[in-house]
């Protein structure tokens, strides 16, 4: 099935910026629709935002929309970003990526920390 692997997260200052990585290892992200999700201390697991397979169409969650962007490398179609900026400590969570619905095995995440 292959593995999905998250990087890029770190400790950041609020108002920052941080790049995230989503690399699938041993597969390709197919024809689906791919996404971010976040995890919060002591909260459920919530979505952030995801691209359709062609990269035509984006989708963000209302509390990222203007400071977060995804793209996806169609072109390997094996890895995705997230453009991250103006972070508050609101963001402070760890990030997974998964098809939408959400299809693979969950990888580690990645931490984000946003210190205010």
């Known amino acids: 099935q292959g593995q999905l692997v998250e990087s890029g997260g770190g400790l950041v200052q609020a108002g920052g910026s941080l790049r995230l990585s989503c690399a699938a290892a041993g597969r390709t992200f197919g024809y689906y629709s791919m996404a971010w999700f976040r995890q919060g201390p002591g909260k459920e697991r919530e979505f952030v935002a995801a691209m359709s397979w062609t990269g035509s169409n984006t989708y963000y969650a209302d509390f990222v929309k203007g400071r977060f962007t995804i793209s996806r490398d169609n072109a390997k179609n094996t890895m995705m970003y997230l453009q991250m900026n103006s972070l508050s400590p609101e963001d402070m969570a760890i990030y997974y990526c998964?098809?939408?619905?959400?299809?693979?095995?969950w990888g580690q995440g990645t931490q984000v920390t946003v210190s205010s």
């Open positions: 998964n098809t939408r619905p959400p299809t693979l095995s």
